[in-house]
């Protein structure tokens, strides 16, 4: 199955003193989604922010907002990041004691559920939730910190998530590392949604567009 190509700028790697400029700067260089980084201090080492930094980066464009709760425990904010204007919900299959309920209640909240997985945990846990997802996000660093290297050994759990997905009509997103010279890799592997930090943000303004459309090329060509 192929699924359509996205682009995902992770704003944790954006000026954070100028976040409604640098999303707009985003969304007109080509972004298909806006990636927000959610950290809690507690289930990864850093902090970022929380669902009003959501909220007020949400009148910007009717952009895809794809949040990724690194936060334990994840349900008691569900109902904030849904009305702070996600589109996609993920929270970490290692971050709750009820993955089946959490992806529940993204759904009944109206949202796309998203499962993650750290690099260490393997693609079967995932298993018996794929009916409630609707995107599947492999970690491709250990997650709290931007502009760390791609761990090239994720590409075998992507190919195994990608089989065990099958046909379902769910995403299978990348993050972490992901680069012109990364995506190939991952795309090869099945994934077709990209998160891009420093890789897009790391520049100046006027480089964002050549970045996304670089990691877009990469992408396709990796599917050749
Ligand atoms: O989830 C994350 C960290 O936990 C970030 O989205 C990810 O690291 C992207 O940053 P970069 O592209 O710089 O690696």
């Known amino acids: 199955m192929l699924r359509p190509i996205a682009i995902a700028p992770s704003i944790l790697a954006a000026d954070g003193g100028d976040l409604s400029a640098e999303t707009q700067a985003a969304i007109e260089a080509g972004a298909d989604r806006i990636h927000l980084d959610i950290m809690d ?8 922010f929380g669902p009003a930094v959501v909220a007020a980066l949400r009148p910007l464009g009717d952009i895809h907002f ?3 709760l ?3 425990p994840c349900d008691p904010f569900l109902e904030a990041f849904a009305e702070a204007g996600s ?4 929270v970490h299959a290692e971050a709750g004691a009820h993955l089946h309920r959490s992806l529940q209640a993204i759904r009944a909240l109206g949202k796309r559920a998203g499962v993650a997985i750290n690099p260490a945990t393997p693609a079967v846990a995932v298993e ?5 997802a609707d995107l599947v996000l492999c970690m491709t660093v250990n997650p709290g910190f931007g502009g ?8 075998d759990k992507i190919a195994a998530l990608c089989a065990m997905i099958g046909d379902r009509p769910i995403d299978i997103e990348v993050d972490g590392g992901i680069s012109q010279e990364t995506a190939g890799l991952a795309a090869a592997a099945g994934a077709n949604v990209f998160v891009a930090g420093s890789s897009v943000f790391g520049g100046a303004r006027d480089t964002y567009a050549g970045a996304i459309a670089g990691i877009r090329q990469a992408a396709e060509k990796g599917r050749d």
């Open 148 to 155: 760390q290297r791609f761990i090239a050994g994720m590409t």
């Open 70 to 72: 690194m936060i334990a």
């Open 66 to 68: 794809d949040t990724h």
């Open 41 to 48: 201090g507690h289930f990864v080492p850093n902090l970022s």
């Open 87 to 90: 589109d996609t919900i993920t």
């Open 128 to 132: 018996h939730v794929l009916d409630l």
